[in-house]
């Protein structure tokens, strides 16, 4: 391990502002929100393709009743 040099997390960019805290390049800092959402929209996505048709189902009968 080293302070001296940081990567990005994103890009892989070395981050040369020793004063950063993200771990994320400027570039990526901005866009970094975009990211998280992104990210957990995919999870979103993977939860619903796996409990989606249950969910569904379920959601069916109830609307049924
Ligand atoms: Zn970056």
Same mark, same amino acid.
């Given at each position: 391990? %080293?302070? !001296? ?10 981050? !040369? ?13 901005? !866009?970094?929100?975009?990211? /998280?959402?992104?990210? %957990? *929209? *995919? ?7 796996? /409990? ?14």
């Amino acid at each position: 391990m %080293s302070d !001296t040099e940081k990567i990005c997390k994103t890009c892989g960019r070395i981050i !040369t502002n020793p004063n950063n805290k993200t771990g994320l390049c400027p570039k990526c800092q901005k !866009t970094g929100n975009n990211i /998280f959402g992104v990210a %957990s *929209a *995919a999870g979103l996505i993977v939860l619903g393709k796996k /409990f989606g048709p249950k969910i569904i189902k379920g959601a069916i009968k109830i609307i049924k009743r």
